[in-house]
């Protein structure tokens, strides 16, 4: 049962961090949360180097049998946050750059009676 445990925690968790990114990509405070996020994570994972048996502890407090499975869980979900993060942000680039694009050729178009020249 422990096992499933933190396997629904995971889902949980990742179904939630994934939803709050979506619904608050622009928000200062989600930015923060980014932010006050990866802090966390360094911190955890400078712990778990510097004292790699209460991570065992840990994550048999949670219902999984080694520190490592839980070390990899989290490293897992920390991907899946950054993947998607890399994702929003090179979609919003996009979008932006297609922006300047329309705005450029706006300016510079030529009405039908124009003659064509190469600027």
């Known amino acids: 049962m422990g096992q499933l445990a933190i396997q629904l925690l995971l889902l949980a968790a990742t179904t939630m961090l994934v ?30 180097v510097i004292r790699p048996d209460d991570l065992t502890v ?3 407090l949670v219902g999984v049998q080694r520190g490592t499975d839980l070390l990899l869980y989290g490293v897992t979900v920390a991907f899946m946050f950054t993947t998607l993060s890399s994702w929003i942000r090179f979609r919003e680039q996009d979008l932006r750059y ?13 009405t039908p009676d124009e003659p064509y020249s190469m600027r």
């Open 98 to 110: 297609a922006q300047l694009a329309r705005a450029v050729a706006l300016q510079n178009a030529i």
């Open 19 to 48: 939803l709050y990114f979506l619904s608050n990509r622009r928000k200062a405070r989600a930015k923060a949360g980014v932010k006050l996020g990866f802090v966390v994570f360094v911190v955890v994972a400078l712990w778990a």
């Open 58 to 60: 840990v994550a048999r």
